[in-house]
C-alpha cells in the first residue's frame, strides 16, 4: 500500500469514526474487520509476510484457519481487528475449481 492509499484509510477510517459519533441514531454493526492480502506469488512468501506482520504486532498465527488454508494474524482494538490473512495455493485451487461451475446449474424454477 502506498502512502496516499495508507492515509486515504486512516483518514477514512477517522472520518467514519467522527461520522458514527455524530450520528448515534444510526446502527452499526457489533464488529469490524480491516483485512490485508498479502500479494506474494507462493505460499513460503506469503506465510512470510504474515510471520513479520505477527511479530510487528505481537501476535500468534491464528490455526483456527488452516485447514481452510488460510494462514493468518490479527489484533484486536476492542471489537474492531485487523487481520493479516494470507490465502494458500491449495486453497485458491479449490476455489477456482468450485468457481468454475457457477453459472453452469439452472434451477428448475417450476
Do not use: W
Not at 464488529?31 to 501476535?59: C, M, N, W, Y
Amino acid at each position: 500500500m502506498t502512502r496516499n492509499h495508507r492515509s486515504a484509510l486512516i483518514n477514512g477510517l477517522l472520518d467514519l469514526a467522527a461520522f458514527l459519533e455524530a450520528h448515534p441514531d444510526l446502527p452499526v454493526s457489533s464488529s469490524v474487520t480491516l483485512h490485508h492480502f498479502p500479494k506474494q506469488d507462493d505460499d513460503a512468501g506469503l506465510r512470510a509476510e504474515i510471520d513479520q506482520i505477527a511479530a510487528r504486532i505481537g501476535s500468534e498465527i491464528d490455526f483456527e484457519d488452516s485447514p481452510y488454508g488460510h494462514y493468518a494474524t490479527s489484533i484486536f482494538f476492542g471489537p474492531v481487528e485487523y487481520r493479516a490473512v494470507a490465502v494458500l495455493a491449495a486453497a485458491r485451487a479449490r476455489h477456482d475449481a468450485e468457481a468454475s461451475y457457477y453459472g453452469c446449474i439452472q434451477p428448475d424454477h417450476t
